[in-house]
């Protein structure tokens, strides 16, 4: 009985990565049994990754059948390996393969993204927000990110062709373009964030303790980066704010609850026992008004405060008085300078400012 024929074209599913499982276990199986195997599976990977090398120069794919014709007629001539006199190759099946490694180049785009990313490493992108100032984004799937003061988002190029996910230092607001089931992720330093079409915000400095995201509408599954895998995710619907601790035995200190949230929401002691909390009801253009260049304060500690104004106006604040960190605030500032939002604290409050440069002072004032 003759040994059972192998159909060559599994090596080029194989290196596409559209091979299934059992296809794979019989090339392995086909490999072992041949040194004459060995080499027809090397040769076709030569002809496969020397088509796509010049389909990329080129840019060019659907020329790649005549170049692939051309590198079959250049190894048919080609000596066969001494000491196998009985060698034999099908080029018409590598020419049926070859057909398919095309057809996967037009049609079969996702298997060719993935070979791609096989043989060619992602490499990383990146967008800054620097201190003083706002920029947004149009990734490659649609979606539109617009980054806060001293914020950076990083991502893959190969976005959107094998894979939505970014991964977010400071803060953002997303507004995420639905694509069938193709979930969009979020990555922060302790929380991931999936969704697949939504709009939300998202603060996650690493200078602060706490970890915000805020919904506007659709939903969002957020869950704990390396916890244990029975951990339930939370999903959250329109109008919500989670606020995660992120060491939850230490308390922000600074974090002034809003007056809407109730005595046990605002309680400290209960962000020191748990380190996700969800509030409901709250405005989401609250969180998100910075992207049109205001900053809703409520009901915030200056402790607080002056983080936002450091990352928004680019200058470094520090206190003379610690006392004066717990000091509370409310309102909108919109289009005004450093100077006059120190100046409206001095009219609200018994403090006093100095500026050189980009440097603030704030101390208590001695009026009464």
Do not use: C
């Amino acid at each position: 009985m003759g040994k059972k024929e192998f159909d060559e074209s599994i090596i080029i599913k194989f290196l596409s990565g559209t091979a299934t499982d059992g296809e794979a276990e019989n090339l392995i199986q086909y490999l072992k049994e041949e040194r004459e195997n060995r080499l027809t599976y090397f040769r076709q990977k030569r002809i496969w990754q020397e088509s796509y090398k010049k389909s990329r120069e080129t840019g060019l794919i659907d020329n790649s059948w005549e170049r692939l014709k051309i590198r079959m007629e250049e190894s048919g001539n080609e000596e066969r390996p001494a000491g196998n006199s009985d060698f034999r190759f099908s080029w018409r099946r590598l020419a049926v393969a070859a057909s398919i490694t095309i057809l996967i180049g037009t049609s079969g785009y996702l298997g060719y993204q993935q070979y791609r990313a096989s043989q060619f490493p992602a490499k990383e992108l990146q967008v800054n927000a620097p201190l003083g100032s706002r920029s947004n984004i149009v990734l490659p799937d649609g979606s539109t990110v617009w980054l806060n003061s001293g914020s950076k988002l990083t991502y893959n190029d190969n976005f959107g062709k094998t894979g939505r996910e970014v991964t977010l230092a400071g803060e953002a607001f997303f507004d995420i373009k639905h694509l069938g089931n193709t979930s969009f992720i979020v990555n922060t330093s302790d929380l991931r964030i999936r969704v697949l079409g939504t709009q939300f915000n998202v603060k996650s400095y690493s200078d602060e303790q706490i970890i915000e995201t805020t919904l506007v509408k659709g939903k969002i599954r957020v869950e704990k980066i390396g916890d244990e895998k029975d951990a339930a995710p939370i999903i959250m619907t329109p109008n919500q704010k989670l606020i995660y601790t992120k060491k939850a035995e230490i308390a922000e200190m600074d974090y002034v609850s809003d007056k809407t949230e109730s005595a046990e929401e605002a309680n400290i002691e209960e962000v020191k026992r748990a380190s996700i909390r969800i509030i409901k009801k709250v405005n989401p253009q609250d969180d998100s008004s910075w992207k049109d260049g205001k900053l809703v304060i409520k009901h915030e500690s200056l402790g607080i405060l002056v983080r936002k104004l450091e990352r928004y106006y680019n200058v470094n604040i520090s206190f003379e008085d610690d006392s004066i960190r717990q000091f509370v605030y409310s309102g909108t500032l919109n289009e005004v300078t450093i100077e006059e939002v120190l100046r409206a604290l001095e009219k609200t409050s018994p403090i006093r400012f100095s500026i050189n440069k980009n440097h603030v002072i704030l101390a208590l004032s001695n009026k009464k």
